[in-house]
């Protein structure tokens, strides 16, 4: 879960100017899916919402209309996340609706969401996303699973983020598509998964200093292919070996093109029904086409803790490493590094509590540069009716980094904001 944040300073004469704003601006309805399922595409809203509410919805014979609005008022310190701050407020609205069937075998699912963000001072920071998605579950033969997600998206690189390199005008966007298929066997001693994905990244040219800046060479696509066996020794213990190839293809400069892979190999543990856990060790390697270029290979390594002690406490760990595209014709790849972990715990029967903190490095192939992030979040949510909750939170960030031109900076942000779902 991911939390959110309002701003306690801004006042009540702010908050309806940053109310105004986003009514008047302009905002082109789009959606995006939080509900993608294959591994290498997660077609959602780059940003998660507050914990969520089991909603009614509306039937329509044997499917189910989700529609659902979040919409908050946030401060942040640093809106660029760079160390010079420039402060700011800010609208979000976050509208989404999902057609999910109801079907007693199989099932198929239809998403759109959209955010748009409208800010107080900094226009140019303004920004729409939104994305479309459907996918399906076909169950057959002997506990066979055949999942399918595919999905358009525009996108923007968020301030700070690896992608986020040239200090452009506005913040880089770009479309997406892609999907995947997974077919797995579970249910005996031997289970297994195997999926393919493939994704695509058009970037949109961008402005620096009112001048246009291309992209292109960003442009880039992913494929990768994904098989997982998991042995059951007993009900609670398990063996799993992990095998991921992938291959990253530039529309320019295709030196930079790499294949690689990632083999793990561990442990899964269910020490209770309330308590499980995964823990795997490997190695990950990414050869460039270009031979003058360095190649990526480390340590890889994954871990999934998931412990609910009460009905009332809930408590998850996970981390895990992936090669990510270059945002730079310098290099060809990014080895990025998470660990995140989140509590949420519920306060009576109408206020959860949620604390989240993580740690991120990106490390640059190509040229001498790594950068670390730790960031922390918490929130408390009220229920206010079976279909309306407020929240309110507060959440801190700070990188710093080491080699050529590390990006550094600190920040904080605190919002309050509201969650309708039908």
């Known amino acids: 879960?991911?939390?959110?944040?309002?701003?306690?300073?801004?006042?009540?004469?702010r908050f309806q100017r940053a109310a105004a704003l986003w009514l008047t601006g302009s905002f082109v309805p789009a959606f995006l899916s939080g509900t993608a399922r294959a591994q290498d595409y997660p077609v959602e809203v780059p940003e998660s919402v507050v914990e969520q509410t089991d909603a009614?919805?509306?039937?329509?014979?044997t499917m189910k209309v989700l529609p659902r609005v979040n919409f908050d008022l946030r401060y942040d310190t640093n809106i660029y996340n760079q160390r010079s701050k420039i402060d700011d407020g800010v609208a979000v609205v976050r509208p989404s609706v999902s057609l999910q069937s109801d079907f007693s075998r199989h099932a198929l699912h239809f998403d759109a969401a959209a955010e748009g963000r409208r800010y107080l001072d900094t226009s140019a920071e303004n920004s729409n996303q939104w994305s479309l998605s459907a996918g399906g579950r076909l169950d057959f033969a002997d506990r066979f699973v055949l999942d399918g997600d595919f999905g358009v998206a525009r996108r923007i690189e968020r301030r700070g983020t690896f992608g986020d390199q040239f200090f452009t005008d506005r913040p880089v966007s770009y479309n997406e598509y892609g999907g995947g298929l997974r077919l797995s066997?579970?249910?005996?001693?031997?289970?297994?998964?195997?999926?393919?994905?493939?994704?695509?990244l058009d970037y949109n040219d961008a402005r620096q200093n009112g001048l246009p800046v291309d992209q292109s060479f960003r442009d880039v696509r992913r494929d990768a292919v994904t098989f997982r066996?998991?042995?059951r020794r007993s009900d609670t213990f398990g063996l799993f070996v992990r095998a991921?190839?992938?291959?990253?293809?530039?529309?320019?400069?295709?030196?930079?093109?790499?294949?690689?892979?990632?083999?793990?190999?561990?442990?899964?543990?269910?020490?209770?029904?309330?308590v499980t856990a995964e823990a795997a060790l490997g190695y990950v390697k990414q050869d460039t086409r270009d031979p003058a270029r360095p190649d990526i290979g480390a340590m890889d390594y994954h871990v999934s803790v998931k412990w609910t002690p009460t009905a009332r406490t809930r408590f998850e760990l996970k981390g895990e490493r992936t090669v990510e595209r270059s945002p730079l014709m310098l290099g060809s790849a990014v080895l990025q590094s998470t660990l995140v972990g989140n509590a949420s715990i519920a306060l009576?029967?109408?206020?959860?509590?949620?604390?989240?903190?993580?740690?991120?490095?990106?490390?640059y192939e190509g040229f001498d540069r790594r950068e670390s992030r730790v960031f922390g979040e918490a929130t408390v949510t009220r229920t206010i009716s079976t279909r309306i909750a407020a929240f309110v939170g507060v959440s801190a960030r700070r990188q710093r980094g080491s080699g050529i031109n590390p990006r550094e900076y600190d920040g904080a942000a605190v919002r309050v904001g509201a969650r309708i779902a039908i």
């Open 244 to 274: 991921t190839g992938n291959r990253l293809a530039y529309d320019i400069g295709t030196g930079r093109n790499s294949k690689g892979f990632s083999v793990v190999g561990g442990v899964s543990y269910r020490i209770t029904d309330l």
């Open 56 to 61: 009614e919805g509306i039937r329509i014979g």
């Open 185 to 200: 066997r579970g249910g005996g001693i031997i289970e297994w998964q195997i999926g393919v994905s493939s994704r695509k």
């Open 348 to 363: 009576g029967s109408r206020t959860l509590v949620g604390i989240e903190a993580g740690f991120l490095r990106n490390e």
């Open 229 to 231: 066996v998991d042995y």
């Open 1 to 13: 879960m991911r939390l959110a944040f309002a701003p306690t300073g801004l006042g009540r004469k």
